[in-house]
Antibody, heavy 121, light 109 residues
């Protein structure tokens, strides 16, 4: 059974960089069949896609966040990471990592439990 | 402001049927597959429907999906109190982005 688990600091100061890691077990992120992505959900609000990568080397970001987001991969640890720079209170959210299928039909079938990141001084 | 438009809330009595709409445009729903997610309080979203109308293994056939033009609909029959949750639609947009609806809160009266 595929499992995803987010980890990282729960509190980040304004203007600093948010860093999270997603550890995948029960499957390989090197699989050519899937994309791996990050989604966030501000408290009491809806879902927002942040970005995804495909093991073949392609990375895709939400245009509204693209200038501040980097997704990287560590295949030796079966992990992928999110970095979001210059954070503000508006970046406070539960951050999820998830697996999904091709971009034209991006359904997310496995999700992590989510981790709350609060941006505050 | 979400790219896909959903009603903020819907409600129905136990045992009844309810539908949740998701409205988009030719840039998204009109030319791409739609998926639906159920989010119970305090939990991660769960895939209910993919490719407009397909159910993953383990999802009961009380849940159904359809698409027509630039709109999609989630249907739930035989409502149960355990179905109380937020429901989200999602798809790909030609702006090169995965987009979601704003979510619909289902209340089972």
């Amino acid at each position: 059974q595929l499992q995803l688990q987010e980890s990282g600091p729960g509190l980040v100061k304004p203007s600093e960089t948010l860093s999270l890691t997603c550890t995948v077990s029960g499957g390989s992120i090197s699989s050519s069949s899937y994309y791996w992505g990050w989604i966030r959900q501000p408290p009491g609000k809806g879902l927002e896609w942040i970005g995804s990568f495909y093991y073949g080397g392609s990375t895709f970001y939400n245009p509204s966040l693209k200038s501040r987001v980097t997704i990287s991969v560590d295949t030796s640890k079966n992990q992928f990471s999110l970095r979001l720079s210059s954070v503000t209170a508006a970046d406070t959210a539960v951050y999820y990592c998830a697996r999904h299928h091709e971009l034209g039909r991006p359904y997310f079938d496995y999700w992590g439990q989510g981790t709350l990141v609060t941006v505050s001084s | 402001q979400s790219v896909l438009t959903q009603p903020p809330s819907v409600s129905a009595a136990p045992g009844q049927k309810v539908t949740v709409s998701c409205s988009g445009s030719s840039s998204n729903i009109g030319n791409h597959y739609v998926s639906w997610y159920q989010q119970l309080p305090g939990t991660a979203p769960k895939l209910l429907i993919y490719d407009n109308n397909k159910r993953p293994s383990g999802i009961p056939d009380r849940f159904s999906g359809s698409k027509s033009g630039t709109s999609a609909t989630l249907g739930i029959t035989g409502l149960q109190t355990g179905d109380e949750a937020d429901y989200y639609c999602g798809t790909w947009d030609s702006s090169l982005s995965v987009v979601f609806g704003g979510g619909t809160k289902l209340t089972v009266l």
